[in-house]
């Protein structure tokens, strides 16, 4: 069963940092881009980033340029995302999506993992 | 990037259908056919139920429908089902590696 499980999520004070993962199965994860999606609490979605296929193209959303950063380990089927400098904006549901092909949908969803920022 | 914009609720009685819009700009909708979209149960993650504008992935029903004019991309539950009550967002490819999502729309069954 093609699965996304994320985790690392937990609560943080500002400023500190937090690093999430994401365990791929039952897919060519080596050959996918991958994502993070994040939700705030009765919020909407919001594109975080991204890592292609390759592991060396990495893009991200200007909210957290500069903070964030995305990786992936292929040896592992995992993907990361590590998080500096966090602000109480930060918080919400960080979900890992796997895309249907470059730049289309996203058809794999991890269940997310719970990032809290605060003091 | 802004937010592309829906309508905050929509709603319909069991077996009528529901038209959900999503407005951009030509720099997202209206400039790819990259428009997805996605439901949300309650405490739940996402799901793909429309890719490129207007295709369904595998096990979507096809009561679920897309298209696409211009700016504004829309999806359209027919016949309505219980199930069906939910969050809907809409998706864009915006170019230069971003992505942008809608506002949200949540649908009530009557």
């Known amino acids: 069963q093609v699965q996304l499980v994320d985790s690392g999520g937990g609560v943080v004070q500002p400023g500190g940092s937090l690093r999430l993962s994401c365990a791929a199965s039952e897919f060519s994860f080596t050959t996918c881009g991958m994502h993070w999606v994040r939700q705030a609490p009765g919020r909407g979605l919001e594109w975080v980033t991204v890592i292609w296929a390759d592991g060396r193209h990495k893009f991200y959303a200007d909210s957290v340029r500069g903070r964030f950063t995305i990786s992936r380990d292929d040896s592992k089927n995992t993907l990361f995302l590590q998080m500096n400098s966090l602000r109480d904006d930060d918080t919400a549901m960080y979900y890992c999506?796997?895309?249907?092909?470059?730049?289309?949908?996203?058809?794999?969803w991890g269940r997310g993992t719970k990032v809290t920022v605060s003091s | 990037q802004s937010a592309l914009t829906q309508p905050p609720s929509a709603s319909g009685s069991p077996g009528q259908s529901v038209t959900i819009s999503c407005t951009g700009t030509?720099?997202?909708?209206?400039?790819?056919?990259?428009v997805s979209w996605y439901q949300q149960h309650p405490g739940k993650a996402p799901k793909l139920m429309i890719y490129?504008?207007?295709k369904r992935p595998s096990g979507v029903p096809d009561r679920f429908s897309g298209s696409k004019s211009d700016n504004t991309a829309s999806l359209t539950v027919s016949g309505l089902q219980a199930e069906d009550e939910a969050d809907y967002y809409c998706?864009?490819?915006?170019?230069?590696?971003?992505?942008?999502f809608g506002t949200g729309t949540t649908v009530t069954i009557l």
């Open positions: 490129e504008v207007n």
């Open positions: 998706s864009s490819y915006a170019g230069n590696n971003n992505w942008v």
């Open positions: 999506v796997k895309e249907r092909a470059p730049f289309d949908g996203f058809d794999v």
């Open positions: 030509s720099s997202d909708v209206g400039g790819y056919n990259y």
